[in-house]
Each structure stands twice: as C-alpha cells, then as structure tokens.
C-alpha cells in the first residue's frame, strides 16, 4: 500500500531563516506530488506541483520554492521566512487520473516568528 | 476557472441531529466530485467521491449525490456523532495542462455536541 510521510511535524523558525520541508511517498512510481498551504481557519492554497523529476510548476508567486531530486521526494525550501510564511503545509500525491483522489500527508506546521 | 463554493460554518449540532452542507461547483469540463475530512492537526481524508452525474458516495454514513444539473454535491449524514466534529472540504478534479486540477473549498467546521 501506499504511504506518504512529511517531516517535520511542527516547526517554529525566526524570520528570515532558511526553510526545507520534506515529503516522500512509498509505495507507487511515477506520482503527481503536490505542496499545499493551509493558512489558520482557512482552505487549501496550492502553492506547487510536480509531474516528474525536475518539474515544477508554481501556483502563485511568493517566497517558496520547491524541487523534486528523486521520484518520490518533494521537497519545499525557502532562503529566507516572512512571518506570512506561518501555515499548516500539507503535500499530497496522486496518480493524474481524474476519478483519482489525492493523498494526503499529515502536514507540517510552521509557525514563524 | 473551475471553483467550489460551501458554506463556511461554523456548524454546530447536537448529536443524532442530522447533518446537511452544502456544495456547489463550477467547471468547464466534467469533473469528478470528492469530500475530505480534517480532523485537528491532521491531513485530509477521503471521505467519499463520485465520478459522473447521478453517482452517489457513501462511506460511515456520509452520503453525497452528483447533481449536474444544479451543479452540486451535498453531503449528508442522518444523525451525527461527537467523533465526526472536524473540517470538510468539498473538492473537484478536473483535467488541465499537467494532468490532473484539484480545486478545493475553503472547508466547513463541523462541532457536534453530546
């Protein structure tokens, strides 16, 4: 079966520190990975997606990047947080399909300060 | 572009009250319909889905019906329990440039009280 694992689980960083969020999947080959933000009370904003290795696309523009350097492996970074940067960060994976649902991991919380 | 509107809440019910949110969506194609759960601190969850019109989901007494033709998919439980206190999202896949384009609502809160 498949797994999706996020690390780490909450994360508190000074403003204008660096930032990696790191998301992997097991269990499947070839996955759509996807980088979400949820800011407090609010919906999901998709900030990146990736269809293959060394493939981004960028949702809307803003202080985060974000790269893909193994099949399974979504990693989002940052040189330096703003204090908007605090959110519930989610990364998701899916097949491409479009009866698929997508997975979700369990999130990583940062909080900057 | 395609969206998804729901009411935002909050909702607060009693238990064994029945539950009713509802969701409608815009999209130029013919998405598929989904419904995720939140629970505190956590990821989303698939709850259910459907796939074409008329389809319904259904899963731990949750049910949801595709309505093209007033472009909406509902979700409905008869009695609520405290354990399904959480946020749900009403969602839809549809086709794009890469693939595959979710587009979210922005999530009901639901609280049920004993």
């Known amino acids: 079966s498949q797994t999706i694992h996020q690390w780490p689980a909450t994360l508190v960083q000074p403003v204008g520190s660096p930032l990696s969020l790191e998301c992997t999947v097991e269990?499947?080959?070839?996955?759509?990975l996807y980088w979400y933000r949820q800011a407090a009370g609010r919906g999901l904003q998709l900030l990146f997606y990736?269809?293959?290795?060394?493939?981004i696309s960028s949702e809307v523009p803003q202080n985060l990047s974000a790269s893909r350097p193994q099949d399974r492996q979504f990693i989002l970074s940052s040189k330096k947080l703003l204090l908007s940067d605090s959110g519930f960060y989610l990364c998701?994976?899916?097949?491409?399909?479009?009866?698929?649902?997508?997975?979700f991991g369990p999130g990583t919380r940062l909080t900057v300060l | 572009g395609d969206s998804v509107t729901q009411m935002e809440g909050p909702v607060t019910l009693s238990e064994e009250a029945f539950l009713t949110i509802n969701c409608t969506y815009t999209?130029?194609?013919?998405?598929?319909l989904f419904w995720y759960v939140q629970y505190p601190g956590e990821g989303l969850q698939l709850l259910l889905k459907?796939?074409?019109?008329?389809d319904k989901g259904s899963n731990k007494g949750f049910e949801a019906t595709y309505r093209k033709e007033t472009t909406s998919f509902h979700l409905e439980k008869g009695s609520v329990q405290v354990s399904d206190s959480a946020v749900y999202f009403c969602a839809l896949s549809d086709s794009f440039s890469y693939g595959q384009n979710f587009v979210f609502g922005p999530g009901t809160r639901l609280s049920v009280l004993p």
């Open positions: 459907a796939t074409k019109a008329d």
């Open positions: 998701a994976w899916g097949t491409g399909l479009l009866t698929d649902t997508q997975y």
């Open positions: 999209a130029t194609g013919y998405p598929s």
């Open positions: 990736s269809v293959g290795i060394g493939q």
């Open positions: 269990g499947t080959s070839n996955p759509n």
